[in-house]
């Protein structure tokens, strides 16, 4: 199993700021993902971190917003970026080890409201 | 459509209930199915999960797929207040490492 720390586990920001969430892993694993959820709705990919590469950005998300960091199999930053009000959500990150089947871990997320 | 189908509830049933959740997914290609649970202001964590159709126990709790109707089931046996949560079925996609999530059910099981 891996234990994902993440920090903070709660801020509220001024609109037009930009916050950094950090996501660290107790163990080397392959893929780290994150993760929006707003309240009582299911979890949505932000974009897959790779390691000592761009991250994998799914369709609605743009690197400008949320530049992702992943200097190494067990760590990885989301900034947002610029926020307003509808960046008010839970970012999630999220760790597995690739093989078809296995679990995904995660972290207990970041509360963030934007005012 | 969207691809994976799931009530978002609540679900609000007593204490010894038999608790029935279910998903419906649109493709025909998945072949891992899992179960996530959810606690409030905490991140999902495995239940259990099952490979191509059948069914699978652990414990209180039974997982079933049926690929000919593309329905994914879980089952909740003796349920308990402490299993009071958001349960998120989950297939993985084609690419074997990205999960497809539903919406999630929530749970409420009173005592």
């Known amino acids: 199993s891996a234990v994902i720390s993440q920090k903070p586990s709660r801020d509220i920001c001024q609109r037009g700021t930009s916050l950094t969430i950090q996501c660290q892993v107790d163990s080397q694993v392959t893929m780290m993902f994150w993760y929006r959820q707003q309240p009582g709705q299911s979890l949505t990919l932000i974009a897959t971190?790779?390691?000592?590469?761009?991250?994998?950005?799914e369709s609605g998300f743009v690197i400008d917003k949320f530049p992702i960091s992943r200097p190494n199999l067990t760590f990885s930053t989301l900034t947002v970026s610029n926020m307003s009000p509808e960046d008010s959500s839970i970012y999630l990150c999220?760790?597995?080890?690739?093989?078809?089947?296995?679990?995904?871990?995660f972290g207990q997320g970041t509360r963030l409201t934007v005012v | 459509q969207k691809e994976v189908e799931q009530d978002p509830g609540p679900l609000s049933v007593p204490e010894g209930a038999i608790v029935s959740l279910n998903c419906t997914y649109s493709n025909s290609a998945f072949q891992y199915f899992m179960w996530y649970r959810q606690y409030s202001r905490k991140g999902p964590e495995l239940l259990m999960y099952t490979y191509s159709s059948g069914n699978k126990e652990d414990g209180r709790f039974t997982a079933q797929v049926d690929k000919s109707s593309k329905y994914i089931s879980l089952f909740i046996r003796d349920s308990q207040p402490s299993d009071s949560a958001t349960y998120l079925c989950a297939p993985l996609g084609d690419s074997n490492y990205q999960l497809i999530w539903g919406a999630g059910t929530k749970l409420i099981i009173k005592p």
């Open positions: 971190a790779n390691q000592g590469s761009e991250a994998t950005y």
């Open positions: 999220s760790a597995e080890n690739g093989a078809v089947g296995t679990e995904a871990f």
